[in-house]
């Protein structure tokens, strides 16, 4: 049930700021297992920011610590990812991702022991001079 909308990307200089919305039905905002990863060209997939609701914990990439802060509004179903002081090497389509409650493992790679397995169409973030 529900799809993960996202939202906030563009353009900004170096140093500038966004900030991504990950939009969610309740159901899927019920995962314990919440997240952003980020794509270049031509490179893999890799984390930026996940939240394990279990503990509370909330995981940044080293590159990110002290750039990101990932949020979550439960009124709004919405997981947000603020970026501060961004560099080109943020450049990357954003996706927002979640452990669909209930679906059997895929054995995809796990991040806080999640298995991210329900994915948005991401937002595309660039940053250049």
């Known amino acids: 049930q529900g799809q993960l909308v996202e939202s906030g990307g563009g353009s900004v200089q170096p140093g500038g700021s966004l900030r991504l919305s990950c939009v969610s039905s309740?159901?899927?905002?019920?995962?314990?297992?919440m997240g952003w990863f980020r794509q270049a060209p031509g490179k893999e997939r890799e984390v930026s920011a996940t939240?394990?609701?279990?503990?509370?914990?909330?995981v940044y990439t080293d590159s990110g610590k002290g750039r990101l802060t990932l949020s979550r509004d439960n009124a709004k179903n919405t997981l947000y990812l603020q970026m501060n002081s961004l560099t080109p090497g943020d450049t990357a389509n954003y996706s927002c991702?979640?452990?669909?409650?209930?679906?059997?493992?895929?054995?995809?790679?796990?991040?806080?022991?999640?298995?991210?397995?329900?994915w948005g169409q991401g937002t595309q973030v660039t940053v250049s001079s």
């Open positions: 939240l394990y609701r279990q503990d509370g914990r909330t």
């Open positions: 991702a979640a452990e669909r409650p209930g679906l059997r493992s895929m054995g995809l790679p796990r991040y806080q022991g999640c298995e991210y397995n329900y």
């Open positions: 309740r159901y899927m905002f019920g995962s314990d297992c």
